[in-house]
C-alpha cells in the first residue's frame, strides 16, 4: 500500500519535496536590482537564493544581503550556461532591451531554463496601450502603442510559450510606475519638467516597491499557471495632479501645465508616450488569489510619512 501523501502545491517551500535532501530549494533571481533587493528579505529563509547580474561590482553587496552572486549577461548566450537547472523557482526582474520589437534577453533565458519549474515575471501596464482613462482588468487584451511594450508582450509571449512546453508554471505581474521614498520624480520637479494641462491629463497606475517585491514572492507561492495579476496599488490620480502631491510632500514647485501640443514640443519623445496612455487598472486579483495586503495602498501613504517627516 501506498502511504506517501500528495504534495501540496500551495504550501511553504521548506514542506516541499523540491530540494528537500539537500537543504533549502533554490530561487533564481534574474536582475536583481532595486525590487530585487527588496525581495531578498522575504525569500532568503526559504531558499538560497542566488542572484545575476552583469555587473562584477554588485557581487559584494548581493552576497551581504544574503545571496550567491552570479555573473552573467543575458545579452551573451553563453555566459548562461551555468544558470541551466540551477533552480526550479525563478523571479525575473530583468528588463527587455532598448531598442527593437523582440526581447531576445529573455529568449536567451528561456532557451536554458529547466522543465517543471517555477517562474514569476514582471511585466509592465503598458502592453494595454491607450485604455482612455476607463477600468480595465486582466481579461483586457493587449494593445501596446510602443516599442517598448512589445518588446514585454514579446517576453511575456516567451515565457508562456516556454511554460507550456517544460510543463512548467509562470504568473505575470504587470507593474505600473514603481514609487519608493528613493524613487520619486524629484529631479524632473527640480528641473520644472512641465506636465499636460487638467483637461488633457492621463490617468496613471502606481506600486510602491516594496509591495512590488512581495507581490513577487505571493506569486511564487499563490500564483497559478499562466495568470496575469495586476501589480497596483489601489491610487485613483491623473499624471499632473500625481506630481503636484509629490511637489507638495517635498517643499517643491509644482510643475507647470501646458496644453498637449505645447507638450510635444517641450519634452522628449519618451516621457511624451507616458503622457499619451490613460488608463486605470483594477487590482482585486492581487487581493483575492494572492492575498496581497498593501503597505502602502496608495501613493498618499508614503508621501505623509514624508510630509510627517519634513515636520
Known amino acids: ?158 515565457l508562456r510559450n516556454w511554460a507550456g512546453r517544460s510543463g512548467s508554471r509562470v504568473a505575470i505581474l504587470r507593474a505600473p510606475g514603481i514609487y519608493a521614498d528613493t524613487r520619486l520624480p524629484v529631479e524632473r520637479l527640480k528641473k520644472g519638467t512641465p506636465a499636460i494641462q487638467a483637461e488633457d491629463d492621463v490617468y496613471t497606475n502606481h506600486i510602491h516597491a516594496d509591495d512590488l517585491a512581495k507581490l513577487a514572492a505571493l506569486a511564487l507561492f499563490r500564483g497559478r499557471p499562466g495568470r496575469i495579476y495586476h501589480a497596483v496599488d489601489d491610487t485613483d490620480l491623473k499624471m499632473g495632479d500625481y506630481f503636484d502631491a509629490v511637489a507638495d510632500a517635498l517643499k517643491l514647485p509644482r510643475p507647470p501645465r501646458l496644453a498637449r501640443a505645447e507638450l510635444e514640443q517641450a519634452v522628449e519623445p519618451v516621457l511624451l508616450s507616458f503622457m499619451s496612455e490613460s488608463r486605470r487598472l483594477r487590482n482585486d486579483r492581487i487581493k483575492a488569489e494572492l492575498g496581497m495586503r498593501l503597505r502602502y495602498p496608495d501613493v498618499d501613504s508614503l508621501l505623509r510619512q514624508l510630509r510627517h517627516s519634513a515636520d
Open 1 to 158: 500500500m501506498n502511504n506517501k501523501k500528495p504534495v501540496n502545491q500551495s504550501a511553504p517551500l521548506a514542506t516541499r519535496t523540491q530540494g528537500r535532501a539537500f537543504g533549502k530549494p533554490r530561487l533564481l533571481i534574474i536582475g536583481c536590482g532595486d525590487v530585487g533587493m527588496r525581495l531578498l528579505p522575504l525569500v532568503r529563509q526559504r531558499f538560497r537564493v542566488f542572484a545575476v547580474t552583469s555587473q562584477a561590482a554588485r557581487c559584494e553587496e548581493l552576497r551581504a544581503a544574503g545571496a550567491v552572486p552570479l555573473l552573467a549577461n543575458l545579452d551573451e548566450p553563453h555566459t548562461l550556461a551555468r544558470l541551466a537547472r540551477l533552480a526550479h523557482w525563478i523571479v525575473h526582474l530583468a528588463p527587455p532591451p532598448a531598442e527593437g520589437e523582440k526581447d531576445w534577453r529573455t529568449r536567451n533565458l528561456a532557451a536554458i531554463l529547466p522543465e517543471h519549474a517555477r517562474l514569476v515575471y514582471i511585466s509592465t501596464t503598458g502592453v494595454y496601450g491607450d485604455c482612455k482613462g476607463i477600468w480595465v482588468d486582466e481579461t483586457r487584451a493587449t494593445h501596446p502603442k510602443n516599442l517598448r511594450a512589445r518588446r514585454r508582450v514579446d517576453a511575456e509571449t516567451t
